[in-house]
């Protein structure tokens, strides 16, 4: 299991807060330190993921609970309408971010804001946030909207403007409880729905029309790994 680097930060002081238990005496103490370490470490697990199939799908660039599906216009993505996937992340969930398709990133915009939690309806418009929108080879716009919740203290994105990526690489994360909004054209066919629960990098989300009728004749979307 591999771990965010921006774990170790948190997770230090536990550590050296354990170790100085221990040397005054207080065995208790040093491992109700040593377990809560452990615990802030688990927010920033990053377990490997894999997905087994066409390489035109969506997959989700984050793990939690899907809150809410619509079909909104956005400015910052440029004219058109596009399906918003809203998926909210609990302390239990993995906190990094995955890219969900190939291409190239054309905006990385972060916006500060607010710390309201995230499943208002208005997180999106007031939380601190970072949009990065992705052109695809065929000229279509994928925006993935890390969005700040009322634990959350900070977004990071790795990616740049002009970075070229692939699709399932590390983006970032949201330290401890969030929200992610997945934004694609109207023209996609959604493959999820409300409840559903996702994994970044191996649950398909979405397909461009043209392949939806391609997909119904074979019977699936392909598989995930865990």
Same mark, same amino acid.
Not at 28 to 49: S, Y
Not at 81 to 108: C, K, M, N, W
């Given at each position: 299991?591999?771990?965010?680097?921006?774990?170790?930060?948190?997770?230090?002081?536990?550590?050296?807060?354990?170790?100085?238990?221990?040397?005054?005496?207080?065995?208790?103490?040093?491992?109700?330190?040593?377990?809560?370490?452990?615990?802030?470490?688990?927010?920033?697990?990053?377990?490997? #993921?894999?997905?087994? &199939? @066409?390489?035109?799908? !969506?997959?989700?660039? %984050?793990?939690? +609970?899907?809150? =809410?599906?619509?079909?909104?216009?956005?400015?910052?993505?440029?004219?058109?309408?596009?399906?918003?996937?809203?998926?909210?992340?609990?302390?239990?969930?993995?906190?990094?971010?995955?890219?969900?398709?190939?291409?190239?990133?054309?905006?990385?915009?972060?916006?500060?804001?607010?710390?309201?939690?995230?499943?208002?309806?208005?997180?999106?418009?007031?939380?601190?946030?970072?949009?990065?929108?992705? #052109?695809?080879?065929? &000229? @279509?716009?994928?925006? !993935?909207?890390?969005? %700040?919740?009322? +634990?959350?203290? =900070?977004?990071?994105?790795?990616?740049?403007?002009?970075?070229?990526?692939?699709?399932?690489?590390?983006?970032?994360?949201?330290?401890?409880?969030?929200?992610?909004?997945?934004?694609?054209?109207?023209?996609?066919?959604?493959?999820?729905?409300?409840?559903?629960?996702?994994?970044?990098?191996?649950?398909?989300?979405?397909?461009?029309?043209?392949?939806?009728?391609?997909?119904?004749?074979?019977?699936?979307?392909?598989?995930?790994?865990?």
């Amino acid at each position: 299991m591999k771990f965010a680097k921006e774990a170790w930060v948190f997770v230090l002081p536990f550590l050296f807060l354990a170790g100085l238990l221990f040397v005054l005496g207080w065995p208790g103490w040093g491992t109700g330190a040593l377990f809560a370490g452990l615990l802030v470490l688990l927010f920033f697990r990053d377990p490997k #993921r894999s997905y087994e &199939g @066409d390489a035109e799908y !969506v997959l989700a660039p %984050a793990d939690g +609970l899907i809150t =809410r599906i619509d079909v909104i216009e956005d400015p910052e993505m440029g004219p058109g309408r596009y399906h918003r996937i809203v998926t909210f992340l609990s302390v239990f969930d993995i906190h990094v971010q995955r890219v969900p398709v190939a291409g190239e990133v054309i905006a990385s915009r972060y916006a500060a804001g607010r710390k309201v939690a995230a499943f208002r309806e208005d997180a999106g418009d007031v939380n601190e946030k970072h949009l990065s929108v992705l #052109r695809r080879p065929s &000229g @279509d716009l994928v925006g !993935v909207r890390q969005i %700040a919740g009322l +634990l959350a203290r =900070r977004v990071v994105c790795y990616l740049k403007e002009g970075d070229h990526v692939h699709r399932g690489q590390l983006m970032g994360l949201i330290k401890f409880s969030s929200r992610v909004d997945l934004l694609i054209p109207e023209s996609y066919r959604v493959l999820v729905k409300k409840g559903d629960r996702l994994k970044n990098g191996a649950t398909p989300v979405a397909m461009p029309a043209a392949l939806a009728g391609a997909s119904d004749q074979a019977g699936g979307s392909g598989k995930e790994s865990r």
